[in-house]
């Protein structure tokens, strides 16, 4: 079983306050995605790595995923109150296509 | 953009009745779904995966009699709950996955409340 472990869990930061989480594995994923989730909704998709040290930006987001495809960040610069959510990354194996998720980290961003 | 729709949204029953949730991919067809249970604060976690025309795949531990799955067709899979306990309450978040681009889309969830 592949096994994604998130930290930190949980994050209370001040408005405009930097942060990263990161999202670790054992296993080499063919993929990992990151996804933003509110409360009563499905999850949103935010990006998708592929490759071994690619790093991606959206906007205020930076995305980074490990050279050799087992673990992976988000930094958030300038964290805004409607960063606030639950931020998951998964992993996508390269035969069943498969999601794993990671534990989870719910950010809380105050104003 | 691919659109996944749950239904019902949220849906109360009381302990012993059997509860339908239906996924349906509106825009795009999807040979393979699936499903995930999340509880509160909690990650997503897989509970099968419904191909279409054949049987589902269940993970482990997973009661596949109580949680009984049906992809009869390219855009919708339906998880049924039977036999509903307390325990079973959850939110259940289907996903469907195009057929030809393999990209995986998911639905907004259904929140299921077993009295």
């Known amino acids: 079983t592949q096994l994604l472990e998130q930290s930190p869990q949980f994050l209370s930061i001040q408005e405009g306050e930097n942060l990263t989480v990161y999202c670790n594995s054992s296993?080499?994923?063919?993929?990992l995605q990151w996804y933003r989730q509110e409360p009563g909704e499905g999850p949103v998709l935010l990006v998708t790595?592929?490759?071994?040290?690619e790093v991606k930006k959206l906007k205020r987001l930076t995305f980074q995923f490990g050279d050799a495809r087992k673990d992976s960040s988000l930094h958030i610069t300038a964290a805004q109150t409607g960063d606030t959510g639950l931020y998951l990354c998964a992993g996508a194996d390269g035969s069943a296509r498969q999601l794993t998720f990671g534990s989870g980290t719910q950010l809380t961003v105050l104003p | 953009g691919a659109v996944v729709s749950q239904h019902p949204s949220w849906v109360i029953c009381k302990s012993g009745t059997s509860v339908k949730i239906e996924c349906r991919s509106l825009d795009f067809q999807a040979t393979t779904m699936f499903w995930y249970r999340q509880f509160p604060k909690q990650s997503l976690m897989l509970m099968a995966t419904s191909n279409e025309g054949s049987k589902a795949t269940y993970e482990q531990g997973v009661e596949k009699d109580k949680f009984l799955i049906n992809h009869a067709s390219l855009t919708l899979s339906t998880l049924t709950v039977t036999s509903a306990h307390p325990e079973d309450s959850s939110f259940y978040i289907c996903?469907?996955?195009?057929?030809?681009?393999?990209?995986?889309?998911f639905g907004p969830g259904t929140r299921l409340t077993v009295l």
């Open positions: 296993s080499v994923f063919s993929s």
């Open positions: 996903s469907a996955r195009d057929r030809w681009d393999n990209e995986q889309f």
């Open positions: 790595v592929v490759t071994g040290g």
